[in-house]
């Protein structure tokens, strides 16, 4: 089976640095992938890793262990609209994403 | 805009009614999902679909029942629902010959979403 960890909810400052944390246990992994979702709209994508390290995406970034089963995406600069839910998911092989229960950043001034 | 559209957008019904919910898309793209998603539980796939003659099953799939009509249509049917089927419902599409150089990419694209309410 699949199973993915992450924090339920994190508060941060605006225009400081936030890490939202993700690790998984899956019996298959090509990548893992980060979804954003505001209040009320679509989960729309963000980013992928297949291989370790970091991943850099304007403010984004996203990072990749494979050893240690672990990701995680930062948040630089934060703005007030990046307040929303943020899931990462697993692509276990060829079979449909397994997605985190999601973590709610809520930015603060 | 190529797009994945959803109807209705808001539904509300009573225990025991036949619903469904239709999703349609102009991606093109040959795969398509639906996902149930409740409050603090993420998105749980209940139905997928690699190409119109494929169709399995996802993690929570009792109780419902899906059609793909053609590739760009993938209803989801909820045959006598039942009050804890309430929840925001998202069809998804994706396109594996979109590989980005990385193996296992999979964006997936999301309908705006249909909320039931089962009384």
């Known amino acids: 089976g699949q199973s993915l960890e992450q924090p339920s909810e994190v508060t941060a400052v605006e225009g400081a640095i936030v890490q939202i944390n993700c690790t998984y246990q899956t019996s298959g992994f090509y990548g893992l992938s980060w979804y954003q979702q505001h209040d009320g709209g679509a989960p729309t994508f963000l980013s992928y890793n297949a291989l370790d ?51 709610r950043l809520s930015v603060i001034a | 805009d190529a797009d994945v559209t959803q109807t209705p957008r808001n539904r509300i019904t009573k225990t025991g009614k036949r619903i469904m919910l239709e999703c349609s898309q102009t991606k093109g793209h040959d795969r398509m ?42 209803s989801l049917s909820l045959e006598s629902a039942i009050p804890n089927q309430t929840a925001l419902y998202f069809c998804a599409t994706s396109d594996p010959r979109v590989s980005s150089g990385s193996l296992g990419y999979n964006e997936q694209f999301f309908g705006p979403g249909t909320r039931l309410t089962v009384l």
């Open chain 2, 33 to 74: 999902y639906w996902y149930r998603q409740d409050p603090g539980l993420g998105l749980r796939l209940i139905y997928y679909s690699f190409d119109v003659k494929d169709i399995n099953k996802g993690e929570i799939s009792d109780g419902y029942s899906v059609s793909r009509q053609a590739q760009a249509k993938f």
């Open chain 1, 53 to 103: 390290g970091l991943e850099e995406t304007g403010r984004f970034s996203s990072f990749l262990s494979r050893s240690d089963s672990y990701g995680y995406l930062l948040l630089q600069e934060l703005q007030m609209k990046d307040s929303a839910s943020y899931f990462c998911a697993v692509t276990p092989g060829n079979t449909p994403l397994v997605f985190g229960k999601g973590t």
